[in-house]
């Protein structure tokens, strides 16, 4: 059975436009099967087609079946179609004849649930939760990949990550197996959904960026199962969280506005403009350094494939750098103040100063 799913169904456009339903079988290597396309001007064409799918890809070349019907030719068929977050298919097709134009597909492989066709839906309800600095190990995605599909029939979600600069998006499982190869990760997105009621989709969706904001999000027609499945998946995460870099992510802004508010109190004790330019400019410096070193090392988010489970330097090692950076900037403001001010007079250091500023 092909991993990227027996039944397919969605629409074409271009120079033939309709219905279209693909059916695989095999291995991704190495996939046959059938495309029947519902034509809405020239009726139903079926075509035998192989191909593979392979690092999220789907490339399939397709002949007609028996006799075109009256009036109709029939060409080669040629498909080439990527996996999107949303767990789609989408892509191009063109035929030797000159016909083409685009696709979208989706899955059909899940189970659905009974309706009840007598209610009408009043709105789709969404639960979010904001989550802090997150690191994660290769146990620590494989984990949670398991509990976003925790309460879903399909138990595939679709993994979208940022490799060398490109958007790859493959299935769970293919991800899982090379996750121990890849480089290191500042962005992924894991997402799983599947048919509810009402004919509407319920999801869920964990995506995590370097320096970006960090969120769970969960969708569904029942309320209180979209606030159960955000929560659970909130207190997992909670785990994997770094509390020194997040507490810094959450009020760095404010550090760097204490330090502000200090320069400026300080300045009417410098006796020179020169001296009081100089102890201006070197405390938004050191601000500058801060969040240089902070957004550089501190990121809001890092996966490390090659590594298990984390060591202590690695536990600790963020908040070190992100609350130390602050309290040692802070500290050679004070320094540069007590120089220019002359309270620091005959050290090295003042001497060092000195000779810059004259």
């Known amino acids: 059975m092909a991993n990227i799913g027996r039944n397919w169904n969605g629409r074409v456009y271009g120079t033939n436009t309709g219905n279209v339903a693909v059916t695989l079988e095999g291995e991704d290597e190495a996939l046959t099967g059938v495309i029947r396309l519902s034509d809405n001007q020239h009726g139903l064409a079926v075509y035998d087609v192989t191909g593979q799918f392979e690092a999220g890809k789907l490339a399939l070349a397709g002949t007609p079946q028996g006799q075109a019907p009256e009036g109709v030719e029939l060409g080669q068929l040629t498909v080439g179609g990527a996996l999107t977050p949303e767990g789609r298919i989408d892509g191009e097709w063109s035929t030797t004849i000159g016909t083409g134009g685009t696709f979208q597909l989706w899955p059909h492989s899940y189970q659905v649930r009974p309706t009840n066709l007598g209610a009408v839906a009043e709105q789709l309800n969404t639960s979010a939760r904001s989550l802090g600095a997150v690191r994660l190990y290769a146990d620590d995605v494989r984990s949670l990949i398991a509990q976003l599909v925790k309460d879903f029939s399909q138990k595939r979600a679709v993994v979208t990550y940022h490799d060398k600069g490109v958007e790859k998006n493959i299935y769970s499982d293919e991800f899982e197996q090379i996750l121990d190869d890849l480089p290191e990760l ?11 009621m009402y004919g509407l989709n319920r999801n869920a969706m964990i995506e995590l960026a370097a320096w970006g904001e960090n969120i769970i999000r969960v969708q569904s027609v029942q309320e209180a199962w979209a606030m159960g499945k955000a929560e659970a998946l909130s207190q997992h995460v ?55 070193f902070h957004q550089r090392y501190v990121p809001n988010f890092l996966l490390y494939p090659a590594k298990k489970e984390p060591s202590l330097i690695g536990r600790l090692g963020p908040g070190v750098v992100s609350w130390g950076g602050t309290i040692i900037g802070g500290l050679i403001v004070a320094i540069i103040y007590g120089i220019l001010k002359g309270e620091l007079d005959g050290t090295p250091l003042a001497r060092f100063i000195s000779g810059l500023l004259q």
């Open 238 to 292: 909670h785990g994997f969280q770094r509390k020194l870099a997040t507490q810094f992510r959450k009020f760095g802004l404010t550090v760097n506005v204490a330090i502000t508010v200090a320069a400026l109190a300080a300045l009417p004790g410098l006796p020179t403009f020169w001296q009081r330019l100089a102890f201006a400019a070197s405390a938004f410096g050191i601000q500058s350094l801060i969040t240089y």
């Open 186 to 196: 500042r962005y992924i997105k894991v997402s799983v959904q599947e048919p509810e």
